[in-house]
């Protein structure tokens, strides 16, 4: 079993930035393709970014794209979302999930997620 466990999340200002971390334990973090979602309140969870587990290809969702950056540290089971020129659309609850790969690309379809971390708060202010 897999255990995820976000940090990162608060409150800031909108045009500010934030850094979520993602730290793994219980099992090696390398052959699992990431990616980190986000659900807003009313709204269904979507994904935000995702990262495979062979050569770090990532993939965004046109809100994120030129804004976000994924990245994942393998010697420190952790993966990151950098992200830069927040708006209030980014206010979210912010989810880390790692998928058994299906082939080399990014995982982009959330059924193909089977562990998920709790969750963190991003709250962007007007």
């Known amino acids: 079993q897999l255990q995820l466990v976000e940090s990162g999340g608060g409150l800031v200002q909108a045009g500010g930035s934030l850094r979520l971390s993602c730290v793994a334990s219980?099992?090696?973090?390398?052959?699992?393709?990431l990616g980190w979602f986000r659900q807003a309140p009313g709204k269904t969870r979507e994904l935000v970014a995702a990262?495979?587990?062979?050569?770090?290809?990532?993939y965004y969702v046109d809100s994120a794209k030129g804004r976000f950056t994924i990245s994942r540290d393998n010697a420190k089971n952790t993966l990151y979302l950098e992200m830069n020129n927040l708006n209030s659309e980014d206010t979210a609850v912010y989810y880390c999930?790692?998928?058994?790969?299906?082939?080399?690309?990014?995982?982009?379809?959330?059924?193909?997620?089977?562990?998920w971390g709790q969750g963190t708060q991003v709250t962007v202010s007007s």
């Open positions: 990262i495979s587990w062979f050569n770090d290809s990532t």
């Open positions: 219980g099992r090696p973090y390398s052959s699992y393709g």
């Open positions: 999930a790692a998928a058994v790969p299906r082939d080399i690309r990014p995982t982009v379809h959330i059924a193909g997620y089977e562990f």
